[in-house]
């Protein structure tokens, strides 16, 4: 399993980004998916993740509304739509998948994930 993260950069507070990741090796809806952000000097937190055996979603609740994450089986991308940026939304974000089905409490946790893309950056300035 290969994953490759792409669409970071930079934006002014209100714009809007799009990440992707380009899977190889798997089949999305039957992973676990995610997107995942990390500041230095903190934790690496889940900021939406999507099952792949129910398209169930889960959203960090600071980003709820405004970042939606969506995947293309077909060509084995999924994306992470990010609007109404805030400067709060500076981080390294990475793209995450998992061959096992977790409950809605878990899919959020990086410790479940096994394979991971690299980072891109996102910087939102005021």
């Known amino acids: 399993v290969q994953l490759q993260a792409s669409g970071g950069g930079s934006a002014q507070t209100g714009g809007s980004l799009r990440l992707s990741c380009a899977a190889s090796?798997?089949?999305?809806?039957?992973?676990?998916i995610g997107w995942f952000r990390q500041v230095s000097g903190k934790e690496r937190e889940g900021v939406s993740c999507?099952?792949?055996?129910?398209?169930?979603?889960h959203y960090l609740e600071s980003v709820k509304g405004r970042l939606t994450i969506s995947r293309d089986v077909d060509n084995s991308v999924f994306y992470l739509q990010m609007n109404s940026l805030k400067p709060e939304d500076t981080a390294v974000y990475y793209c995450?998948?998992?061959?096992?089905?977790?409950?809605?409490?878990?899919?959020?946790?990086?410790?479940?994930?096994?394979?991971w893309g690299q980072g891109t950056e996102v910087t939102v300035s005021s």
């Open positions: 090796g798997l089949r999305l809806d039957q992973y676990s």
């Open positions: 995450a998948a998992d061959p096992r089905s977790w409950a809605s409490s878990a899919l959020r946790d990086a410790m479940n994930y096994a394979y």
């Open positions: 999507m099952s792949g055996s129910d398209d169930g979603t």
